[in-house]
Nanobody, 128 residues
Framework: QGKVRESGGDSVQAGGSLRLACAAS????????MVWFRQAPGKEREAVAG????????YYADSVKGRFTISQDSDKGRMSLQMNNLKVEDTGTYYC?????????????????????WGQGTQVIVSS
């Protein structure tokens, strides 16, 4: 049975940095499509950044481009999200989602329906 676990959430001041980690297990046999979603209180869930481990293609929401970097670890079931210059609006619960995909989703990377495995979330709070 597949499992996904996030770590690294914390409280920081605006302008600070955090690094989130995601580990998928139980199903990982090859390449993965892995995405970070976030949800702020009272707002809809949104895709933040994604990666396809087959060719390390990366995808970002416009709101985080230039500030966030998603990367793959040597283990294809693990990836990280480096978040720099954090803003108050980055506050929310960050979820890692994964799918043992055979190719990148391309423009559909942000569709949550593509990802059958989800973590429980890790909290990020950015204060002014």
């Amino acid at each position: 049975q597949g499992k996904v676990r996030e770590s690294g959430g914390d409280s920081v001041q605006a302008g600070g940095s955090l690094r989130l980690a995601c580990a998928a297990s139980g199903y990982v046999y090859g390449d993965n499509c892995m995405v970070w979603f976030r949800q702020a209180p009272g707002k809809e869930r949104e895709a933040v950044a994604g990666i396809y481990t087959g060719d390390t293609s990366t995808y970002y929401a416009d709101s985080v481009k230039g500030r966030f970097t998603i990367s793959q670890d040597s283990d294809k079931g693990r990836m990280s999200l480096q978040m720099n210059n954090l803003k108050v609006e980055d506050t929310g619960t960050y979820y890692c989602a994964a799918d043992p995909c055979s190719k990148t989703y391309g423009a559909s990377w942000s569709d949550p329906e593509n990802y059958p495995y989800w973590g429980q979330g890790t909290q990020v709070i950015v204060s002014s």
